[in-house]
Structures are given as C-alpha cells and as structure tokens.
C-alpha cells in the first residue's frame, strides 16, 4: 500500500514564506515525476508545480517566480518553498507521485490527502 504525506501546512500572514512536504512510504519499484497541486474554495485543482525524477522542474503561472520545487529521492520526498504568500493563495495543497510498483513500466498516480495553507491580509 503507498501512501503520500503532506505537512507544513499552517496560517500565515501574507508575504511570509512556508515550506510543504511530502514523503512516499509503502512497497513500490520507483517514483518517476511528483508534484505539487493546489484547490481554493470553489475552484478547480491546479497544478502549481512538477518535478521529474531527475530533477527537471515545471512551474504553472499562478505562482512562478514565488514557489521552488525540490525532492530528496533518497528519502522518497517532495518539498515545495513559497515565499511571497498571498491571499489568493489560501487552498488545500496536494502532492501527488507517479510511482511503478514493480518492474513492469506501469506507473499509477496517487494523491496526498491534503495540506491547508491559509495566507492572512
């Protein structure tokens, strides 16, 4: 069974930072990319940012240029820094893995349960 583990979430005021983590854990082959989504009130999830198991990074346009994906392979884990918090940016943020669980080239996504981040005026 694998399951991924958000933390970090918390209240904070607007301008300051926080960092997301999440870690893998379970019976599985490899984790290819893993990524970081986000879901306000009312509206669709979206991505905020991707990263691929060899580093290579993605960042959607809502929060580029304030966010900065990471992950420590080794320890089956995702980080997400954001700087700059807004408002806007209050949501429940999800990190999700693209994982194979054996040596088949099958890969499955599987999702966090949620962090919440609520950004204060």
């Known amino acids: 069974q694998v399951q991924l583990v958000e933390s970090g979430g918390g209240l904070v005021q607007a301008g300051e930072s926080l960092r997301l983590s999440c870690a893998a854990s379970?019976?599985?082959?490899?984790?290819?990319?893993m990524a970081w989504y986000r879901q306000a009130p009312g509206k669709q999830r979206e991505l905020v940012a991707r990263?691929?198991?060899?580093?290579?990074?993605y960042y959607a346009d809502s929060m580029k240029g304030r966010v900065d994906i990471s992950r420590d392979n080794a320890k089956n884990t995702v980080y997400l820094q954001m700087t700059s918090l807004k408002p806007e940016d209050t949501a429940v943020y999800y990190c999700?893995?693209?994982?194979?669980?054996?040596?088949?080239?099958?890969?499955?996504?599987?999702w966090g349960q949620g962090t919440q981040v609520t950004v204060s005026s």
């Open positions: 999700n893995a693209d994982i194979r669980l054996d040596r088949l080239p099958n890969e499955y996504r599987y």
């Open positions: 990263i691929s198991s060899g580093g290579s990074t």
């Open positions: 379970g019976r599985f082959w490899s984790i290819n990319s």
